[in-house]
């Protein structure tokens, strides 16, 4: 059984409108889910809000624009990565410094290297989990 290990980042990212506003965030990477980072952060009332990045998407966001839908990823001006959030609720366009990105995600590499991830993963746990939650 491996150990499973977690990188944990805090930042400051800016939320993009008539200004740019300061907002404290941790990144988040976990072996247990080798696919996925995770963005926190807190918008008012103490109340903190998890985003859940597929971690290609992310990569491949720091040289041109992708993704679809909820989460779309692109180089802005200079040394920032934009991205765009959109759900029911509403829709919220990210500034993150794209070489401390790019950090967290080399150190993401070192816990579970590119093309590793499947071996990192217990498919026979997360089937059980969806069958517990009705699939």
Do not use: K
């Not at 993009?16 to 976990?30: F, H, K, M, N, S």
């Not at 809000?49 to 624009?65: H, K, N, Q, T």
């Not at 992708?66 to 919220?92: K, W």
């Amino acid at each position: 059984m491996r150990r499973h290990l977690t990188h944990r980042h805090q930042m400051v990212f800016g939320v993009r409108g008539r200004e740019i506003t300061q907002v404290w965030a941790e990144l988040c990477y976990e072996s247990r889910e080798p696919y996925a980072l995770t963005l926190s952060f807190c918008f008012e009332f103490g109340e903190w809000v998890d985003w859940v990045f597929a971690r290609e998407l992310m990569i491949e966001g720091l040289s041109g624009p992708v993704g679809e839908g909820d989460i779309r990823v692109r180089p802005g001006e200079p040394g920032v990565l934009l991205v765009e959030l959109e759900n029911q609720h509403g829709f919220v366009e990210l500034e993150l410094d794209r070489a401390v990105l790019a950090e967290f995600l080399e150190r993401a590499h070192v816990i579970v290297p590119a093309g590793q991830e499947s071996n990192w993963m217990d498919f026979d746990d997360e089937l059980g989990m969806l069958l517990a939650d009705g699939g």
